[in-house]
């Protein structure tokens, strides 16, 4: 990166910062008595963090910009990403024992796992949409409510895309259990499915979505950007317990990092794809990437109040589909799972 991009950036990261600060009355907690970020980075030895994320997800790329090109080390921390590829409740365990310090991932992966009580808290947002429901040209299905009648590839019958559109079925007057069917095949091979009319439609993830809507000829009809999920953030930043406890001025500059990062990254999808491309050659192009990366809403990354009154709403929906318990107060259960770094 430039020197006109690290003052850019900084300059983001103090007004970003201190905009949120002022909402939670914390403005002095960012100011670090007057000093620059930069400045009282440098003046430190870096703080080391594990922060677990899935490798293969293209929408969390800007975390493997920021490793490489240096905006963590430009905020103090020394990061080392931890691919992960088992379930989110494997991760929570990870981050709860200590084998990684912090995670990245899809916020309704996250939910029903930490009702179970881990010692993990959700601390910002990182963007919005990056789950897609597309159908086959042919199959009549131009709206979600033409789903009905209709089956759904999906590669897991819990996986967040379907917990997703279930929702947005849901919303949408169908009974998602009982007028549509969901079946499981490889994720790799959902668009394959829906070519060859072993399903009208499929639910999943980016980038493989995104691939499968341009090789398999899919029209995409919802996703998790617009309608039900329209400025909601869809991925997390999660810390560990004991990290919050011991070491919050860490959390602090990680959430830093992290928004700096992905404000970036709006403002420079083709720089961040390139960097992504060449690390992990991923099965899309620079061009897809960069494609995909412009349509994300980077600039949507929630923390404190505001993530946690998306998180409650993101609980209420998925008590309508069953997925808690009506009597879950969604208020309360988003309260305790958050952790507000800014106050």
Request: hydrophobic letters at 45%; aromatic letters at 6%; glycine letters at 8%.
């Amino acid at each position: 990166m430039t020197e006109a991009t690290n003052e850019r950036s900084s300059d983001f990261s103090r007004r970003r910062l201190l905009q949120y600060a002022g909402a939670t009355g914390a403005a002095a907690s960012f100011a670090f008595a007057g000093r620059g970020l930069l400045g009282s980075a440098d003046a430190e030895e870096p703080t080391k963090l594990k922060v677990a994320w899935a490798q293969g997800a293209a929408c969390h790329s800007p975390l493997a910009f920021a490793q490489s090109k240096g905006i963590f080390a430009k905020h103090g921390l020394d990061v080392e990403l931890i691919n992960f590829s088992g379930s989110t409740q494997q991760l929570l365990e990870s981050i709860a024992t200590g084998k990684a310090d912090a995670g990245i991932g899809l916020l309704l992966s996250w939910l029903k796992p930490l009702e179970q009580g881990f010692d993990v808290k959700l601390i910002a947002g990182t963007h919005s949409g990056c789950m897609r429901l597309l159908a086959a040209p042919d199959a009549g299905i131009a709206k979600v409510e033409d789903l009905k009648g209709k089956i759904v590839a999906v590669s897991d019958l819990a996986s967040p895309a379907r917990d997703a559109f279930v929702v947005t079925l849901a919303k949408a007057g169908i009974d998602p259990d009982k007028e549509v069917e969901w079946k499981v095949f490889p994720a790799d091979l959902l668009g394959t499915a829906v070519e060859k009319g072993e399903a009208q439609a499929v639910a999943h993830l980016d980038p493989e979505t995104y691939r499968f809507k341009k090789q398999n000829h899919l029209i995409e009809i919802a996703n998790t950007q617009s309608g039900v999920y329209a400025d909601r953030t869809c991925c997390v930043v999660g810390a560990g317990g004991p990290l919050l406890k011991n070491d919050l001025p860490a959390v602090r500059k990680l959430v830093e990092a992290v928004l700096e990062v992905h404000e970036y990254t709006a403002a420079h999808p083709r720089e961040i794809a390139q960097n992504y491309y060449d690390e992990f050659k991923p099965s899309v192009s620079v061009d897809d990437l960069t494609e995909m990366l412009s349509a994300l809403p980077y600039h949507h990354h929630p923390a404190g109040a505001p993530l946690t009154a998306e998180i409650k709403l993101a609980v209420d929906d998925l008590k309508l589909v069953k997925v808690f318990k009506p009597s879950l107060d969604s208020a309360a259960f988003a309260s305790d799972i958050t952790f507000n770094v800014l106050a």
